[in-house]
T-cell receptor, first 113, second 115 residues
């Protein structure tokens, strides 16, 4: 059974804190993604990675950075958390062979106070 | 830029009845893929159905089928014999065939199933 695991389901952080969201997949997928999900806006792509140490900005990268040191792990970093980063964060992975689906983690609901 | 629109923020359906969720998209490409994803309260996103733009035949998966109208850029999802477990957020998504991997999601439709 394929699996994408996010390190936390719920997280509460203070404004200004550095926040790490971790995602691990066990499917040997090349591509990994971080999305942000907000009501009425659907999923918006923050960053994606198509290989180890490779990254590309998505639609809303401001205030975020990512790290991919190993194929199975993709981390999202909030350098200085702000209240407008309170949201649901979803990690996904897929192989680049078309037209496979993306596999999602269970999401991390982050609240910044 | 490509966009995906779901004009129904919320819908409800009686158990065992049929419901159709709407999706329209905007693109100038001819090679692309369309998806419907389901997100139940557990938050785990699951692929429901996929359609390749070059295929004229509408995709079906058990009780789920799509009505793909390429010229109208419409991709609706029909759920037949609705079950309580179908209650979820449904997202329509678009992927350009030649893009590295960027998938664009619509805002979602929240489906309630009434017993």
């Amino acid at each position: 059974d394929v699996k994408v695991t996010q390190s936390s389901r719920y997280l509460v952080k203070r404004t200004g804190e550095k926040v790490f969201l971790e995602c691990v997949q066990d499917m040997d997928h090349e591509n990994m993604f971080w999305y942000r999900q907000d009501p009425g806006l659907g999923l918006r792509l923050i960053y994606f990675s198509y290989d180890v140490k490779m990254k590309e900005k998505g639609d809303i990268p401001e205030g975020y950075s990512v790290s991919r040191e190993k194929k199975e792990r993709f981390s999202l970093i909030l350098e200085s958390a702000s209240t407008n980063q309170t949201s649901m964060y979803l990690c996904a992975s897929r192989t680049p062979r078309i037209p496979t689906e993306a596999f999602f983690g269970q999401g991390t609901r982050l609240t910044v106070v | 830029a490509q966009t995906v629109t779901q004009s129904q923020p919320e819908m409800s359906v009686q158990e065992a009845e049929t419901v159709t969720l709407s999706c329209t998209y905007d693109t100038s490409e001819s090679d692309y893929y369309l998806f419907w994803y389901k997100q139940p309260p557990s938050r785990q996103m699951i692929l429901v159905i996929r359609q390749e733009a070059y295929k004229q035949q509408n995709a079906t998966e058990n009780r789920f089928s799509v009505n793909f109208q390429k010229a109208a850029k419409s991709f609706s999802l029909k759920i037949s014999d609705s079950q309580l477990g179908d209650a979820a957020m449904y997202f329509c998504a678009y992927k350009e065939g030649t893009s590295y991997d960027k998938v664009i999601f619509g805002p979602g439709t929240s489906l309630s199933v009434i017993p």
